[in-house]
Each structure stands twice: as structure tokens, then as C-alpha cells.
């Protein structure tokens, strides 16, 4: 059974204190691993995919990493409105049902000002 | 504008009542899915389609039906068997071209069930 073990549960920051939330996975073989962003009541957002070990993806102040056992979200010289639950999930390459992702319980950030 | 769309945003119903929740997408995707979204844990998949007139059943699909007959609808009912229907779900569609492509999600319907 895949499973997605995200840490902290919960991370507050300064602004401008950087820093990087973690996403643990074990799965039958890794398809993609995806990262998203979610405000309270609201559906997530998408924000990357890594498929193989050793790539990264950038989008302005967060930078995903990937390794065979985990992925990291650093994020640089945060602010306030980078407060939000992120999310990891991820697909195997196992059966048919390639679509299914697997979530973990997301990382609760909160950027002071 | 492409996107999904979900409707209500929020529902509220009496114990022992079916409700249906709509989905629709127009970003031509094959795919889409259910989720459920309870405080505490992660995305739990209740039913997926890859195609119209066919779905399969996610990890808790006890208590749930959809339907696929539109590619852009994927409606889901939760019925009276679902022992716990108080949540945030969430609809989502994606490429399905035998690779991983990513979910993009609606913006969700908070069902409260009393």
C-alpha cells in the first residue's frame, strides 16, 4: 500500500525565514510526485510534478526537489500570502488505475509578517 | 476561461436523505475524480472515470454512485448508507493518456449532513 507522510504538520515562519517542508513516500514504483498549494476552503492548486529522482522544478520564491525516498518544497524569503496547507501526493506504476493519487496530510504554513 | 466547476458551495441535508453533487469540467479531459477531504487527512479517492459510461471505485467508495454520461459531467450521489457524509469533497479531471499528468481540482463542495 502507497503511503505519503508529510512534515511538520504545522510550520510558522518570519518573513524572509526560509526554509523546506518535507514529503516521505513509499511506493510500488514511482510514477510522479506532485505538490500542491491549498487555502482554506478552497480546492487545491497545482504547483509541480517530479518524476524521477534528482530533478526540480522552480516557481518564484518555491523550488521542489525529488529523491527515491522523499521530496522537499524549499521556499525562500517567504511572505504572508505563501500561508497555506501544502500538499503532496503521489502516482505508482502499478495496475490501471495510473490515475489515483495517493495524498499525504499536508504541511499547515503559516508566514508572519 | 477553462476550469471546474462544482455546485453548491454548500449543502446541507437531513440524516437519511440522498444528495447529488455536481462536477463539470471544459478543459476536454478524459479523466476525472472524487475526493473527500475530512480535517486531519489527506485526500481520500471515492470514485474515478477515464472515460464516459465507465468509473471505478476509489479507496471508500461504500455509500456513493456517480455517473459518467458527458465527458464534462461526473455528478456524485452520497446516499443514506454513507455513515459519515459530513465533509469537503472535491472534484477533479485530468489528461489520461497513460501517463501521469497532473489533477487540477474545483473549488469544492462542503456537504453538512444533521
Known amino acids: 500500500e502507497d503511503q505519503v507522510t508529510q512534515s511538520p504538520e504545522a510550520l510558522r515562519l518570519q518573513e524572509g525565514e526560509s526554509s523546506s517542508l518535507n514529503c516521505s513516500y513509499t511506493v510500488s514504483g514511482l510514477r510522479g510526485l506532485f505538490w500542491y498549494r491549498q487555502d482554506p476552503g478552497k480546492g487545491p492548486e497545482f504547483l509541480f510534478t517530479l518524476y524521477s529522482a534528482g530533478e526540480e522544478k522552480e516557481k518564484e520564491r518555491l523550488k521542489a526537489t525529488l529523491t527515491k525516498k522523499e521530496s522537499f518544497l524549499h521556499i525562500t524569503a517567504p511572505k504572508p500570502e505563501d500561508s497555506a496547507t501544502y500538499l503532496c501526493a503521489v502516482i505508482n506504476a502499478g495496475g490501471t488505475s495510473y490515475g489515483k493519487l495517493t495524498f499525504g496530510q499536508g504541511t499547515i504554513l503559516t508566514v508572519h509578517p | 476561461d477553462g476550469g471546474i466547476t462544482q455546485s453548491p458551495k454548500y449543502l446541507f441535508r437531513k440524516e437519511g436523505q440522498n444528495v447529488t453533487l455536481s462536477c463539470e469540467q471544459n478543459l476536454n479531459h478524459d479523466a476525472m475524480y472524487w475526493y473527500r477531504q475530512d480535517p486531519g487527512q489527506g485526500l481520500r479517492l471515492i470514485y474515478y472515470?477515464?472515460?464516459?459510461?465507465?468509473?471505478q471505485k476509489g479507496d471508500i467508495a461504500e455509500g456513493y454512485s456517480v455517473s459518467r454520461e458527458k465527458k464534462e459531467s461526473f455528478p456524485l450521489t452520497v446516499t443514506s448508507a454513507q455513515k459519515n457524509p459530513t465533509a469537503f469533497y472535491l472534484c477533479?479531471?485530468?489528461?489520461?493518456?497513460?501517463?501521469?499528468?497532473?489533477?487540477?481540482f474545483g473549488p469544492g463542495t462542503r456537504l453538512t449532513v444533521t
Open positions: 472515470s477515464q472515460i464516459v459510461n465507465d468509473f
Open positions: 477533479a479531471s485530468s489528461i489520461d493518456r497513460g501517463f501521469p499528468y497532473e489533477q487540477y
